[in-house]
């Protein structure tokens, strides 16, 4: 490869940050807004569903190591 060319993503890769980080903190916040909203519609699935997301995230948070940073 020639030094001055950047490699692009694979096909069906995201780029790094839209994986975890801010995006991550994003998906997780729409996901328990979402959940709450089930809840208050009475949708029991809806909600379990949408809070199992929302934990993911959380796991993608941590991962990252922004706990130790009180980032979450």
Known sequence: MKPNMRRLPQQ???PRETLNGINARRQY???LARAR???VAGDAV???NY???AEHYLRVLRGEGHERRNDI
Do not use: I, P
């Open 51 to 53: 809070y199992q997301h």
């Open 37 to 39: 909203e089930a809840q």
């Open 46 to 48: 809806e909600m379990e």
């Open 12 to 14: 069906g890769q995201a």
């Open 29 to 31: 916040e729409r996901y």
